[in-house]
Structure formats: C-alpha cells, structure tokens
C-alpha cells in the first residue's frame, strides 16, 4: 500500500485537522458558558455561607456565546460532510467507478 497517498491527492489532512479545531472551539465556548451560570465558579466549590461573593470583572455574555457555539456547530457539519464527499470520492476512484 502506498502510504500518504490520502495526504497527496485529498484534502482529508486538512479537514480532519479542521474538525479537530472546531471541537476545541466548541469545549472552549462550552466551558465559558458553564462558568458564567456558576458565577466563574469550577462548579465543585460551592461558597460557604456568608462568604465573600466575588464580582465577575469579566462577565460572559451568554447569548454570545451560544450563537458562537451555533455557528461553530454549522461549520463541524460542513466540514464534517465535505470530508464525507472526499472519501466517498476516494472510494469511488479506487472502486474504479468512473464510469464510461
């Protein structure tokens, strides 16, 4: 078998590399979006009672983010199915079935 044949002729490398990107975008915006409604909080220390509550001086805008997280959805799915077509058109070539 040849190897890096996928690499030389497909844009799957780079697809693939996107895709992992995107989940990373998405786990940096989910775990933005869990601090702001624990106040910034890691979610397992809970404040004692009449402790010291701390004033965010970088509040998360919510909304915000979830039209990112929205967006950032979008692109997994294209990018996921246009790797999808790489494949199958990979497939396709090797099957042999250009046709006639």
């Known amino acids: 078998m040849l190897f890096g044949?996928?690499?030389?002729?497909?844009?799957?490398?780079?697809?693939?590399?996107?895709?992992?990107k995107s989940v990373e975008?998405?786990?940096?915006?989910?775990?933005?979006v869990s601090k702001a409604t624990l106040q910034n909080g890691d979610g397992f220390a809970l404040?004692?009672?009449g402790g010291n509550t701390k004033v965010n001086a970088n509040p998360v805008n919510v909304e915000d983010e979830m039209v990112a997280l929205a967006d950032e959805q979008l692109r997994f799915?294209?990018?996921s199915k246009l790797l999808e077509k790489t494949y199958a058109s990979l497939r396709t070539a090797?099957?042999?079935g250009g046709g006639a």
């Open 5 to 20: 044949l996928i690499d030389r002729v497909t844009s799957a490398p780079q697809l693939k590399s996107a895709l992992d």
């Open 25 to 32: 975008r998405s786990r940096g915006i989910a775990d933005r």
């Open 47 to 49: 404040e004692a009672r």
């Open 77 to 79: 799915l294209a990018t």
């Open 94 to 96: 090797i099957k042999g």
